[in-house]
Protein backbone atom coordinates (compact mmCIF):
# COMPACT_ATOMS: atom_id res chain seq x y z
CA UNK A 1 0.00 0.00 0.00
CA UNK A 2 2.92 2.36 1.18
CA UNK A 3 4.71 1.83 -2.22
CA UNK A 4 1.60 2.55 -3.98
CA UNK A 5 1.09 5.87 -2.39
CA UNK A 6 4.55 7.18 -2.65
CA UNK A 7 4.24 6.57 -6.82
CA UNK A 8 0.52 8.38 -6.76
CA UNK A 9 2.89 10.91 -4.79
CA UNK A 10 5.41 11.50 -7.28
CA UNK A 11 3.20 11.65 -9.99
CA UNK A 12 1.08 14.28 -8.44
CA UNK A 13 4.58 16.32 -7.95
CA UNK A 14 5.33 15.38 -11.98
CA UNK A 15 1.99 16.84 -12.39
CA UNK A 16 2.08 20.15 -10.91
CA UNK A 17 5.54 20.85 -12.06
CA UNK A 18 4.55 19.97 -15.59
CA UNK A 19 1.82 22.75 -15.15
CA UNK A 20 3.87 25.05 -13.48
CA UNK A 21 6.38 24.41 -16.31
CA UNK A 22 3.21 25.54 -18.63
CA UNK A 23 1.74 28.45 -16.41
CA UNK A 24 -1.46 26.16 -15.26
CA UNK A 25 -2.81 26.59 -11.86
CA UNK A 26 -0.62 24.40 -9.17
CA UNK A 27 -3.39 23.29 -7.36
CA UNK A 28 -4.17 21.45 -10.74
CA UNK A 29 -3.17 17.62 -10.65
CA UNK A 30 -4.14 15.54 -14.01
CA UNK A 31 -5.91 12.95 -13.76
CA UNK A 32 -4.26 11.42 -16.39
CA UNK A 33 -0.40 9.39 -16.09
CA UNK A 34 0.62 9.84 -19.54
CA UNK A 35 3.78 8.19 -19.11
CA UNK A 36 3.89 5.07 -21.45
CA UNK A 37 6.56 3.96 -23.86
CA UNK A 38 6.94 4.10 -27.37
CA UNK A 39 4.87 7.21 -27.55
CA UNK A 40 3.97 9.63 -30.97
CA UNK A 41 4.12 13.12 -30.32
CA UNK A 42 3.64 16.04 -33.00
CA UNK A 43 6.80 18.24 -34.01
CA UNK A 44 4.76 21.13 -34.53
CA UNK A 45 2.86 20.35 -30.84
CA UNK A 46 6.71 20.33 -29.08
CA UNK A 47 7.59 23.53 -30.18
CA UNK A 48 4.87 24.94 -29.58
CA UNK A 49 5.08 24.07 -25.53
CA UNK A 50 8.69 24.73 -25.83
CA UNK A 51 7.53 28.76 -26.72
CA UNK A 52 4.86 28.73 -24.61
CA UNK A 53 7.54 27.74 -21.71
CA UNK A 54 10.05 30.31 -23.03
CA UNK A 55 7.32 33.09 -23.66
CA UNK A 56 5.78 32.37 -19.68
CA UNK A 57 9.09 32.18 -17.63
CA UNK A 58 11.07 34.07 -20.72
CA UNK A 59 13.90 31.88 -19.66
CA UNK A 60 15.09 28.80 -21.71
CA UNK A 61 12.71 25.58 -21.78
CA UNK A 62 15.50 23.84 -20.94
CA UNK A 63 16.20 25.72 -17.74
CA UNK A 64 12.68 25.96 -16.42
CA UNK A 65 12.31 21.70 -17.27
CA UNK A 66 15.50 20.82 -15.35
CA UNK A 67 15.19 23.25 -12.56
CA UNK A 68 12.58 20.44 -11.30
CA UNK A 69 13.63 17.80 -9.63
CA UNK A 70 10.75 15.08 -10.36
CA UNK A 71 9.51 15.92 -13.77
CA UNK A 72 8.41 13.82 -16.79
CA UNK A 73 8.69 14.66 -20.38
CA UNK A 74 5.41 12.65 -20.74
CA UNK A 75 3.67 14.35 -17.81
CA UNK A 76 4.63 18.20 -19.62
CA UNK A 77 3.36 17.03 -23.21
CA UNK A 78 0.33 15.26 -21.88
CA UNK A 79 -1.00 18.42 -19.69
CA UNK A 80 -0.10 20.54 -22.48
CA UNK A 81 -2.48 19.01 -25.28
CA UNK A 82 -5.28 18.29 -22.49
CA UNK A 83 -5.05 21.09 -20.22
CA UNK A 84 -3.57 24.07 -23.40
CA UNK A 85 -5.05 22.99 -26.05
CA UNK A 86 -8.29 21.08 -24.94
CA UNK A 87 -7.34 17.93 -26.33
CA UNK A 88 -7.46 19.77 -30.11
CA UNK A 89 -5.75 17.24 -32.67
CA UNK A 90 -5.08 14.39 -30.24
CA UNK A 91 -6.31 11.49 -28.43
CA UNK A 92 -5.80 9.44 -25.84
CA UNK A 93 -5.36 5.83 -26.35
CA UNK A 94 -4.91 3.43 -23.76
CA UNK A 95 -2.52 0.53 -26.41
CA UNK A 96 0.49 -0.20 -25.23
CA UNK A 97 2.90 -0.76 -28.38
CA UNK A 98 6.14 -1.69 -26.11
CA UNK A 99 6.23 -4.71 -23.83
CA UNK A 100 8.53 -3.95 -21.35
CA UNK A 101 10.39 -5.67 -18.59
CA UNK A 102 10.66 -3.00 -15.86
CA UNK A 103 11.57 -4.76 -12.39
CA UNK A 104 12.67 -7.99 -11.39
CA UNK A 105 15.69 -10.34 -12.55
CA UNK A 106 17.08 -10.28 -15.72
CA UNK A 107 15.62 -13.03 -17.74
CA UNK A 108 17.40 -16.26 -18.87
CA UNK A 109 16.95 -17.28 -22.51
CA UNK A 110 13.70 -19.03 -22.31
CA UNK A 111 12.00 -16.70 -20.27
CA UNK A 112 12.96 -14.26 -22.81
CA UNK A 113 11.51 -16.60 -25.59
CA UNK A 114 8.47 -16.48 -23.41
CA UNK A 115 8.11 -12.39 -22.93
CA UNK A 116 8.22 -11.77 -26.60
CA UNK A 117 5.92 -14.67 -27.45
CA UNK A 118 3.55 -12.89 -25.20
CA UNK A 119 3.28 -9.55 -26.82
CA UNK A 120 0.19 -8.35 -27.42
CA UNK A 121 -0.64 -8.29 -31.35
CA UNK A 122 -0.46 -4.34 -31.35
CA UNK A 123 3.06 -4.60 -29.74
CA UNK A 124 5.91 -3.84 -32.45
CA UNK A 125 8.96 -3.35 -29.34
CA UNK A 126 10.47 -4.18 -26.48
CA UNK A 127 11.96 -2.87 -23.53
CA UNK A 128 14.40 -4.03 -20.78
CA UNK A 129 15.15 -2.04 -17.79
CA UNK A 130 18.32 -0.84 -18.01
CA UNK A 131 19.11 -2.09 -14.28
CA UNK A 132 17.91 -5.71 -14.07
CA UNK A 133 20.98 -6.52 -15.65
CA UNK A 134 20.26 -7.85 -19.29
CA UNK A 135 23.11 -8.09 -21.32
CA UNK A 136 22.35 -6.04 -24.39
CA UNK A 137 24.29 -8.67 -26.67
CA UNK A 138 22.58 -10.99 -25.34
CA UNK A 139 19.32 -9.90 -26.37
CA UNK A 140 20.98 -8.94 -29.94
CA UNK A 141 21.44 -12.49 -29.71
CA UNK A 142 17.94 -13.57 -28.98
CA UNK A 143 15.69 -10.92 -31.05
CA UNK A 144 18.03 -12.29 -34.57
CA UNK A 145 19.99 -8.77 -34.97
CA UNK A 146 23.51 -11.00 -35.28
CA UNK A 147 21.86 -13.54 -36.52
CA UNK A 148 18.43 -13.48 -38.90
CA UNK A 149 17.31 -16.98 -38.87
CA UNK A 150 17.24 -17.25 -34.53
CA UNK A 151 14.88 -14.47 -34.00
CA UNK A 152 12.12 -15.44 -31.66
CA UNK A 153 10.09 -12.83 -33.68
CA UNK A 154 10.26 -15.16 -36.50
CA UNK A 155 7.33 -17.33 -35.29
CA UNK A 156 5.38 -14.49 -34.79
CA UNK A 157 4.26 -13.36 -38.44
Not at 22 to 31: A, D, F, H, K, Q
Not at 46 to 74: D, M, P, Q, Y
Not at 109 to 121: I, K, L, N, S, T
Not at 130 to 157: H, M, Q
Amino acid sequence: MRKLFMRDLHGARRSRNAGSALGIEPSEVSTHDYISTLIAWRRQTVTALCARIETIHGRNWVEIVGAARKFSECMIYGRYVDDVLAGAGHFHGSEEFCRVHWTGEALSDDEFRRFVAAMAPQQVAIGMQSFIGTDVGRIRRLIGSEDKNSSPFNDRA
